[in-house]
């Protein structure tokens, strides 16, 4: 018998699902049927195995009246806002309608001698850990792609949404995708990282906390597995004195307090530039003021309760401290935070970096609003984090845009926009952020391994 994984739902702290882990042994095994399945699915036409992921895609969108307020129970988002079914398909849609240009062969050169060109080929069996706060739309970054370019993948999936990987499963070998070729696995940690080591996977892609990633490279070390990972954030926003500060306010408090600031690429600091700072402030904390704290299954409710208690308490923690040291507190405490799960959302002024709140991930309802007086000045803020995914620049001057964006240590530079992951770029970061890319051509490139063919023609 393995351990058993409890999903505690953060609406009344009730166990909402339980499985059992694999033990080690039946962990290797089905490890090793994913490995034996893996040419014959490679071998398939890459057409076919397009269309048998997005019959998949689909065939999670059927389920999405059922997914939603299971997500809410899981996790705590408002079923308001209608599950994550939108991205997910845009994600592996947009990953679909580029794969036969992205894992073309590249030519290098023919003549009546030689015939020289570079493969994709499929690294084999790939390890997916997948973090609780975007279930869906995180797990489908890799698992389409890495599907489609010839992989078998194992899916691993958090505790706190046990039930997606069953799900997704469901799903997927629904739609004609064998058993073996795409598997959800409950596993332990220690289960997980013997595997790593034992070289089970040949490629594992990791989204999650720095430590877990971590944890995750020690296992792969001296195997020369290939290890991708997405791991912390503080992503700045940076609000010009150009700025239109109607949709400034709007998009970075939206990406700062939606799914109760459980985003991997939520905005957590915001700089403003002084001639807009106190507006900007006022028009803050009037939005934050008509959200609604509450049970996620009610149709009023805005914010719902952070995924478990102990991120809300290092959030709480993070306020406290910043308080503390002179940090003030824009958002009086609703009604409806019970000092648990359910947490005011809050707006912080009068902070600086030696506060925890501008330095360390808080993952949830809380941004610090710095005034700057110029572009070197907010660069430098930006910039002073161990972390780098995305940052928010907010000005009418593209290139001005381009200029401060080419200064700034991030995997992405959004301008006037925040909190959305394209498709068609690679999603990567810096730092302590870590390493690789997903999705866009890259994401194609990171999942498969170069073959060079270098064919003479003629030997006389």
């Not at 296992?219 to 926003?237: H, Q, R, S």
């Not at 003021?289 to 805005?302: D, F, I, Q, W």
């Amino acid at each position: 018998m393995g351990q058993t994984l409890k999903c505690i739902s953060p609406i009344d702290g009730s166990v909402y699902a339980e499985r059992e882990t694999l033990p080690p042994e039946a962990a290797a095994e089905r490890v090793t049927a994913a490995r034996a399945a893996q040419a014959a699915w490679a071998a398939r036409p890459l057409q076919e195995r397009v269309d048998l992921v997005m019959a998949g895609v689909a065939a999670v969108g059927a389920m999405n009246d059922d997914i939603v307020p299971e997500l809410a129970h899981m996790m705590g988002r408002p079923v308001r806002y209608g599950g994550e079914f939108g991205g997910f398909k845009e994600r592996a849609s947009h990953m679909a309608q580029i794969a036969a240009e992205a894992l073309a062969d590249i030519q290098v050169g023919e003549d009546a001698t030689f015939k020289r060109y570079i493969k994709h080929v499929p690294h084999g069996v790939v390890l997916v850990v997948a973090p609780w706060n975007y279930p869906y739309m995180t797990a489908i970054n890799t698992v389409a792609p890495a599907l489609i370019a010839g992989n078998t993948v194992v899916l691993k999936h958090a505790t706190q949404t046990l039930l997606v990987g069953e799900r997704m499963a469901q799903a997927l070998q629904s739609a004609g995708i064998p058993a073996d070729v795409f598997q959800n696995m409950f596993l332990d940690h220690d289960t997980t990282s013997a595997l790593i080591a034992d070289r089970a996977f040949d490629f594992v892609n990791f989204t999650g906390s720095v430590g877990g990633g971590q944890a995750m490279e020690r296992a792969a070390a001296g195997t020369f597995t290939g290890v991708g990972t997405e791991l912390g954030g503080k992503d700045p926003g940076y609000v010009m004195e150009d700025a239109d500060l109607d949709a400034a306010v709007d998009t970075l408090i939206d990406g700062a307090m939606f799914n109760a600031g459980q985003c991997c690429c939520g905005i957590e600091r915001i700089y403003v530039h002084e001639s807009l700072y106190d507006a900007f402030v006022e028009k803050a904390v009037a939005i934050v003021n008509t959200y609604k704290l509450g049970n996620p299954l009610e149709a009023e409710t805005t914010i719902g309760p952070m995924a478990n208690v102990r991120f809300a308490a290092e959030v709480r923690s993070q306020i406290a401290e910043a308080v503390a040291a002179g940090a003030v507190a824009q958002i009086a405490a609703f009604a409806e935070d019970d000092g648990g799960a359910y947490l005011t959302p809050q707006i912080l002024t009068n902070v600086t970096h030696d506060m925890r709140v501008m330095r360390d991930e808080s993952f949830g309802p809380v941004v610090g609003i710095m005034k700057v007086s110029s572009d070197a000045e907010a660069i430098d803020l930006m910039n002073d984090s161990e972390f780098g995914l995305t940052a928010s620049l907010w000005t009418g001057d593209v290139e001005r845009a381009t200029r401060v964006g080419d200064q700034i240590e991030t995997g992405t530079v959004f301008m006037n926009r925040a909190d959305y992951l394209d498709p068609g770029l690679c999603w990567t970061g810096c730092k302590n952020t870590g390493r690789g890319g997903g999705l866009s051509v890259i994401g194609y490139h990171n999942l498969t391994r170069p073959k060079s063919y270098h064919l003479k023609k003629v030997t006389g």
